[in-house]
């Protein structure tokens, strides 16, 4: 599989390019919210700026329940899948593989409906209604998703597929349901993470000359490493880290080169960190001596089911920018179960 197209918006950039060179001066969109934990402290959040959404001009169906946070969603998907289709010239509509938050009996999550009606709606985001797919196992969920993708690709004969998601964490309800197990980042608090929102989406090919290329290189995506892991955030079994670390052999068994680089979906929690030793530690054979870790929610906070193709997009720039390096990870694991992992490579154009 190939990447063909890229769509970002984050707190830091409104674009693919924007957000890239966020990330890699380290500017933080993180700032104290008007949101206050239980302590009755602010909370430190991270926010696409307010203009971002009144510069996008769409007629939005509503449907039964609407809300800021949904009016969010819908604007970030349709501008990051507006980027990442206008890279290519699109034949005809394509399946979407849309990556959504996890399911919770607390706390309400967009409709797939909902999103998809507003998506189907825009002329220039040409999505083949009957082919639309969701997986609602948030941040592992767009890596997760290239499973499928594979086969659309290979099995079915689509030209390409899209995949991708939008969050946003900026309502009570969310942020209460996190409040109470102590996970927000606020005054007083020992080990949080700032909730922010954004949206990725990317464009997969199974035809390498239709893949996006620098200097006649092209990014290349292996099989995907998805995994389980027992003792997970929410889960009462002790945790042994068997999920992350069984993600990256799945990902990595095939990996000839040493990986240089690593994306991680760390967030400033402290289970994660941990997390990320163990697996690094348990399959240390697959990476280099310096192998680089690199965790860009310090930059502009948790994206929640977007973050997988966010951290796709951010490796593929890299790849194309860093002469000197071809392969790197990118793994995303969700607060439940499902842990996913994926080789990105920089290969040649085949002639």
Not at 54 to 74: A, C
Not at 122 to 147: H, Y
Not at 252 to 264: C, E, F, G, M, Q
Request: glycine fraction near 8%.
């Amino acid at each position: 599989m190939f990447v063909a197209g890229m769509g970002v918006i984050t707190p830091v950039g409104a674009t693919t390019e924007m957000t890239v060179a966020s990330v890699k001066a380290g500017i933080s969109a993180y700032q104290i919210s008007e949101f206050f934990n239980k302590a009755q402290q602010p909370i430190t959040m991270s926010r696409v700026p307010d203009e971002v959404f009144s510069s996008i001009d769409i007629d939005i169906d509503e449907g039964d329940i609407y809300g800021e946070v949904y009016d969010r969603i819908i604007k970030m998907s349709v501008l990051a899948l507006r980027e990442a289709f206008a890279q290519v010239d699109i034949k005809k509509p394509v399946p979407l593989i849309l990556s959504l938050p996890e399911s919770s009996i607390t706390v309400d999550t967009i409709p797939a409906e909902l999103l998809t009606k507003n998506i189907l709606q825009q002329k220039d985001i040409p999505i083949e209604p009957t082919q639309i797919r969701s997986i609602a196992t948030g941040r592992a969920g767009v890596i997760q998703s290239l499973e499928l993708a594979q086969r659309y690709l290979f099995d079915m004969g689509q030209d390409y597929v899209v995949i991708g998601g939008a969050d946003c964490f900026l309502e009570y309800p969310i942020l209460q349901d996190l409040d109470k197990d102590q996970r927000l980042n606020a005054t007083g608090s020992m080990d949080g993470f700032a909730p922010g929102e954004g949206a990725g989406f990317l464009l997969i090919t199974r035809h390498a000359s239709s893949a996006l290329k620098v200097d006649n290189k092209i990014i290349s995506l292996s099989s995907p490493g998805v995994a389980q892991e027992p003792g997970h955030m929410k889960s009462k079994e002790n945790y042994l880290g068997e999920g992350l670390d069984l993600s990256f052999k799945q990902a990595l068994k095939t990996n000839k080169l040493p990986i240089t680089r690593v994306y991680s979906s760390m967030n400033g929690e402290s289970f994660w960190a941990k997390e990320n030793g163990v697996a690094m530690m348990r399959n240390k054979k697959y990476f280099h001596d310096k192998v680089i870790t690199e965790h860009p929610a310090d930059c502009y906070g948790d994206l929640g089911c977007s973050t997988g193709a966010v951290l796709i997009a951010l490796s593929a720039s890299q790849l194309f920018n860093e002469a000197t390096e071809y392969n790197h990870l990118v793994y995303t694991s969700s607060d439940n179960a499902w842990r996913s992992s994926v080789v990105i490579n920089k290969v040649n154009l085949p002639n």
